[in-house]
């Protein structure tokens, strides 16, 4: 089995995934004005609401999705997801009101799950030593696809409108799943997986978590997200205020939003390699701190290039976070349960997404966008300690 050519198709598929999903971030108010709303705050409410429903409805499926996959294989489920989001993307060209664009947003993270059960098959088809890098190179996918699927939603609105971009989409992740049908291939035993129990979901999370680290690993996906979270959406509120006459706001929220997803896109790959030297404990302990003392020095900046600088370098230690998280989930996930494991910690991110930009916002509010930077830094300090004592101080309880 030739686990380098699995990875260059899933990472094309990631990329196609995550662009998809936010190829519609600088338009969907745009979109929701054509089908009639008009009041500013109504969009606003509206634009919200669609965008946080697909990880609201992500994280209550995503379980039930790795379930499934390590019963029935994680390819069949990588499949699944991608066909399904080929209809319910094409489905969201076809909206006229606002309340179907919401239910189809809701319907696409049911059906989601094509990352985790990319990550999944990965992991479990991949020799050991080689897990790091390949989480990291996965990662760096999921990020460009990040980075430029509102750049290129942008350029096609102006260009085509707003309703070609999903059938554009569509078709984009239907050549992703159709090539993963093709070329990849999983080494699976479905007769051995479904000869084990049939845990529930509630046994089989209970099963995972009497691992104290998988319990921390979860926790810490869930830490990460909601400190990264609970500042970005105020980024370009944070350069207002810093720059209140600029004439060119958006550019440069979008140029700050920009360098930390290169320097991500950037270290992944290169922090995944070496955690196969070194360990993903301490890779990821590393970047914990290392996103800490990044997140400090925000706080105090007076212009946007110095903020810059920060968000570059934070950048650089966020691309070893996930990438760690996801190697030491394989590393102490009981043979035959991957696919719920990566579920599970796929609904912590979700969570982490919703509830973030929340209390972010809430806190920012009452408070002001600076200390946000602070309560970040604090988050990601006690992230890890409490990684040191789940991975270093309990050596003993390492089942490898």
């Not at 790795?66 to 069949?76: E, M, P, S, T, V």
């Not at 320097?263 to 890779?283: H, T």
């Not at 916002?361 to 930077?373: C, E, M, N, Q, T």
Request: aromatic content about 12%; some cysteine; proline content about 5%.
């Amino acid at each position: 089995m030739n686990w380098k050519a699995n990875l260059a198709v899933l990472w094309f598929g990631t990329f196609i995934m995550m662009s998809g999903m936010t190829m519609i971030i600088p338009f969907v108010p745009y979109y929701i004005q054509e089908m009639g709303v008009t009041d500013a705050d109504s969009i606003a409410v509206w634009a919200g609401i669609i965008f946080a429903a697909n990880f609201v409805t992500a994280f209550i499926f995503q379980p039930i999705w790795g379930r499934l996959a390590d019963r029935y294989g994680r390819k069949i489920m990588l499949l699944r997801s991608g066909f399904g989001m080929v209809i319910v993307m094409a489905l969201m060209g076809f909206a006229v009101t606002p309340w179907q664009l919401l239910l189809l947003r809701m319907l696409n993270g049911t059906i989601s799950g094509y990352i985790p059960a990319a990550v999944s098959l990965l992991s479990a088809n991949t020799p050991r030593e080689k897990i790091g890098f390949t989480m990291g190179v996965l990662q760096s996918g999921q990020v460009a696809g990040t980075i430029l699927g509102p750049l290129i939603g942008g350029i096609l609105a102006d260009l085509v409108g707003y309703r070609p971009i999903f059938y554009i989409t569509s078709s984009l992740l239907f050549i992703a799943t159709l090539t993963a049908a093709l070329l990849v291939r999983e080494k699976f035993d479905k007769q051995e997986a479904l000869a084990k129990p049939n845990l529930s979901l509630v046994a089989g999370f209970a099963e995972l978590t009497r691992s104290r680290q998988l319990t921390a690993l979860f926790a810490a996906t869930f830490m990460i997200q909601f400190g990264l979270m609970s500042s970005m959406p105020l980024i370009p509120v944070f350069i207002q205020i810093m720059h209140p006459t600029a004439a060119s706001l958006a550019f440069l929220a979008g140029l700050v939003a920009s360098a930390t997803g290169l320097s991500n896109m950037i270290a992944s790959p290169l922090l995944g390699r070496l955690s196969d030297k070194l360990g993903p404990e301490r890779i990821l302990r590393f970047s914990l701190i290392g996103a800490c003392l990044a997140f400090v020095p925000q706080a105090f900046v007076h212009n946007v290039w110095q903020l810059l600088v920060f968000r570059f370098l934070m950048g650089v230690f966020i691309g070893g976070l996930i990438p760690s998280v996801n190697a030491l989930i394989r590393k102490y996930t009981p043979d035959g349960m991957e696919g719920r494991a990566f579920s599970f910690n796929t609904s912590f991110l979700a969570l982490g997404n919703v509830i973030g930009p929340t209390l972010g916002g809430l806190f920012a509010g009452w408070a002001g966008v600076r200390p946000i930077f602070i309560i970040a830094a604090c988050l990601f300090a006690a992230n890890a300690y409490w990684v040191y004592r789940s991975l270093f101080a309990h050596r003993s309880r390492d089942p490898s």
